[in-house]
């Protein structure tokens, strides 16, 4: 079955450290990527998503993510986290006109 | 440009009763979906409907339902409640297929509390 594998529960990283949040899915054709962000209480707003084309993208608040189809992957990361970046992040895949979710990463920032 | 708009923002309802959440989408966009998110079972698709035709449909029992009026806006419902019910509900909004379309847009959701 289609599924998207977040595998790190809680990162925690320094402000102004780098940042990579993994993401791999399970899915057989050219899959429709998407990172979202969640901060408490709060809706998902997207960060960035692939669809084809290059496969480094660019997002908004300094995001990038790349997309690996050889290793079914497609990280998130920044190179300079800020405390505003403290949130869950969630990676997901379009099937037809639905989203599938990964479980989320609790992404802090310690100053 | 308005974002997704959900009402109530927060819910609290009794165990058997039923409870509607309202959606009104981007202007525009003709797909409405809805999904739940629990700290157990994360984020689920519950329903997509498009041109008031629901088009795909999560595991989730008949008790939830839902259905779109002619201006795309959106209604969900669940009858008799139970606690497990207790989430926040999130609308999302697109041109059309999100993935073909520059995504799905997610408004702030309504969070229901059972008791």
Not at chain 2, 27 to 35: E, I, L, P, T
Request: hydrophobic fraction near 30%.
């Amino acid at each position: 079955a289609q599924s998207v594998t977040q595998p790190d529960i809680h990162i925690t990283v320094s402000e102004g450290a780098s940042l990579e949040l993994r993401c791999n899915y399970s899915y057989g054709a050219t899959p429709y990527l998407f990172w979202y962000v969640q901060s408490p209480g709060q809706g998902l707003q997207l960060l960035l998503k692939y669809f084809s084309g290059d496969t480094l993208v660019q997002g908004i608040k300094g995001f990038e993510a790349e997309f690996k189809r050889s290793q079914s992957s497609f990280n998130l990361r920044k190179p300079s986290v800020h405390w505003s970046d403290a949130a869950e992040y969630f990676c997901a895949v379009a099937l037809g006109n639905k989203l599938v979710f990964g479980a989320g990463t609790i992404l802090r920032v310690k100053s | 440009k308005a974002g997704v708009t959900q009402t109530p923002r927060y819910l609290i309802k009794t165990r058997g009763q039923q409870v509607t959440l309202s959606c009104s989408p981007i202007s525009g966009h003709r797909s409405v979906s809805w999904y739940q998110q629990t700290p157990g079972q994360g984020l689920q698709f519950l329903f997509e409907y498009f041109s008031e035709t629901q088009r795909n449909k999560g595991n989730f029992p008949g008790r939830f339902s839902g259905r779109q009026f002619s201006n795309s806006r959106s209604e969900m419902n669940v009858s008799t409640l139970e606690l497990g019910d207790s989430a926040l509900y999130l609308c999302a909004s697109s041109l059309d297929r999100g993935q073909a379309t520059g995504g799905y847009t997610f408004g702030s959701g309504t969070r229901l509390t059972v008791v």
